[in-house]
């Protein structure tokens, strides 16, 4: 992508959506979208936990071949792969969506229906982006579409909870495209036509174990316990005053710990999310949150009794999404910007944690969209998605695409 625009963006996308190949293409999704909401659903039935995303990454790779993509490959950290050849190598736009979801091993991905609803654990987040790099390649290739940039498709591993971004990451530090200049960075990340996520929610997730010698609840009572600690942990952790601007959150997504009702456990531990709209907020949540865990062990030892071990605990980094930004008056915040209006739809800038965390803080411009549709219950056992009007993401995000690589 040229880093300035030779015409104005909104002229730019016009001329785009009025050339015969395109209007076809936008069509497409139109007159096809039964046919895509069937293949939304293969794709959801294989089951993608975390770490285990290989059986879905195969199908996407096989349904890459079957539609022209060339160097289809699935990489060493397991991202699925495909390259649209344009007419020169520069620009290298990079479109994604995220092949896993947040649920464990186990997790039933039968497709349900319940009227306009289909319901499966990750049928919006990610399902629907995932269909929407099969849709717009297909789109592209009936109509015969040139474009003067080439573009990669790329379905990535680890983007939920402790992937950690891990697929990005790899892609573009240390996978086979990370030696190439990646001039746009896309993704397609959930329902919606409205929004465009230019700004990064930086994020920091810890695991927290507290464990000590156990014992009986009756006899060795007094010896320091884990799940009291994790328990003064929670409370201080909790009453930490979050500012609404920069908007900051906290959760304790997991506690496990314990064997009996009547057993001073060895172990207790939880997982931990920190987030907020502000660098300097999330830092200062970070410090507060490391610290609280550190008197909240100080306090269970205090009470220990003479001769008894220490209880200890343990903290480790599982995850850390960095902040940032993709300028509002870039070129591929108002090319989107302008693919929004054309459709008819009021674009409304956003922040969130996704894919574009990791390319925004490389420097490369990044921003993620929603795919079309609505979805509610999201990581939740009830996640459902609406097909109806999806044709308006799927419609946005090639525009867009067309407008980074022409």
Known sequence: MVSSLKIAPAQTIRQIATAPEVEQALRFFETNADAITDEQIRICSIPATPFA????????????????????????????????????????????????????????????????????????????GLIALIAIVQAMRLSKIETDGSILFVGTVGEEGEGNLRGVRHLLTRGKWSKRKVDAFLS?????????????????RYRVEFSGPGGHSWGDFGLPNPVHALGRA?????????????????NVGSVAGGTSVNSIPERAAMEVDLRSAGEAELRRLDAFFRRAMKEAAEEENSRRRPGDAALEFQMELIGERPSGETPADSSLVKLAIESTKLLGVEPRLDQSSTDSNLPISLGIPAITLGAGGTSGASHTLAEWYDPRDRDLGLKRGLLLILGLAS
């Open 234 to 250: 929670i409370s201080r952790l909790a009453a930490y005053p979050a500012p609404k601007d920069p908007r900051t959150t906290f």
């Open 188 to 204: 397609f990340d959930g329902p919606g036509v409205d929004r465009i996520t230019n700004r990064a929610l930086g994020a920091r």
């Open 53 to 128: 995303e290989q059986e879905r990454a195969e199908y996407l790779a096989q349904r890459f071949r079957e539609l022209g993509l060339n160097d289809v490959a699935i990489d060493e950290e397991g991202n699925c792969i495909g390259l649209y050849n344009g007419r020169s190598s520069m620009p290298l736009i990079i479109v994604s969506a995220h092949l896993d979801t947040v649920f464990p091993a186990g997790t039933d991905f039968t497709v349900r229906r319940e009227g306009h609803r289909l319901l499966v654990p990750g049928i919006a987040d990610d399902g629907c």
